[in-house]
């Protein structure tokens, strides 16, 4: 295993914990307080626990090499559990307004509001310092999985703040504000939802990267040897870079030349993109004299 793919699943296995610590504390807290404000926040962390054990699921076959049935590898399985934890988090903001509507009604009031203040604290501490490793581990290997799960917590952050101030007014009797941050928190978790399922839906129709796509124009036309290139084509699928394009060659030059330049190019995209694939075609051009 690549010291990338431990780091991935180090990452993985990280917001298992966090995600299991902060739905004990919180539904405890919860059933003591009676607040709809934590309750998404719970839900949000149940919803964490769910797709970072998914995560986990599909990384450890995503980062699995190619195989006679899967020439490309399985990178795209990270895409897919990135599209299925953006549906959950759908299902949860729907369960969460729902229920600030019901409580709304009811007029429901919350008690211990100084218990919710300590588990959002305490919610804050602990999710930090994931997001910070989280990060590291992004830097390191583009994992989508990795980059999704850390952009949800990353919200969490202030998700958690904005439910300790509303527990820490809830305190002053300001009941309703509780309902109001809950569809709040509602609302949030669809606009991450939509974040993270246009990325895996980008991916998994392997859009177009022109950033991509110049850098390594640049790089080819830069190489020595090289007349130039076309029909640069890039995608991702995970973590995994796939790039194909024509390297334009002088028709005099021996194969094995030809060969030697078209290796020399490779080596420099591969040591710029750790995890590219890499396919040159060899065209004959004519070169002025």
């Known amino acids: 295993m690549s010291s990338h793919d431990h780091l991935s699943r180090q990452a993985t296995l990280a917001s298992i914990v966090v995600a299991v610590i902060l739905i004990i504390t919180k539904t405890w807290v919860y059933w003591a307080t009676g607040s709809v404000s934590l309750l998404g926040s719970l839900l949000d962390s149940l919803l964490d626990g769910v797709t970072s054990f998914m995560n986990f699921i599909a990384l450890r076959y995503a980062l699995q090499p190619a195989d006679s049935d899967h020439r490309y590898g399985h990178g795209k399985l990270e895409s897919i559990a990135a599209l299925a934890q953006s549906a959950f988090m759908i299902g949860s903001a729907v369960v969460l307004v729902l229920n600030s509507f019901d409580a709304m009604l009811d007029e429901r009031q919350v008690v211990n509001s100084e218990w919710g203040v300590a588990v959002s604290l305490f919610a804050i501490i602990l999710t930090l310092a994931l997001v ?23 919200g969490d952050l202030l998700m958690n703040g904005a439910v300790m101030i509303t527990m820490v007014l809830v305190g002053f009797g300001i009941f309703w504000l509780d309902s109001v941050m809950a569809v709040g928190i509602g609302a949030f978790l669809c606009f991450n939802a939509w974040k993270v399922g246009a990325r895996a839906v980008e991916e998994l129709m392997d859009q177009q990267l022109p950033e991509v796509e110049e850098k390594i124009e640049e790089l080819v036309r830069s190489s020595q040897g090289s007349e130039g290139c076309h029909d640069v084509r890039c995608r991702m699928a995970g973590p995994n870079l796939f790039v194909q394009f024509h390297l334009e060659l002088d028709e005099n030059l021996a194969l094995w030349s030809a060969h030697e330049i078209g290796d020399r190019i490779e080596n420099r995209i591969t040591s710029e993109y750790n995890n590219a694939d890499v396919i040159i075609h060899l065209d004959p051009v004519k070169v002025a004299s």
């Open 132 to 154: 910070r490793f989280q990060k590291y581990v992004v830097s390191k290997t583009r994992s989508l999985i990795v980059e999704a799960d850390s952009l949800h917590y990353q």
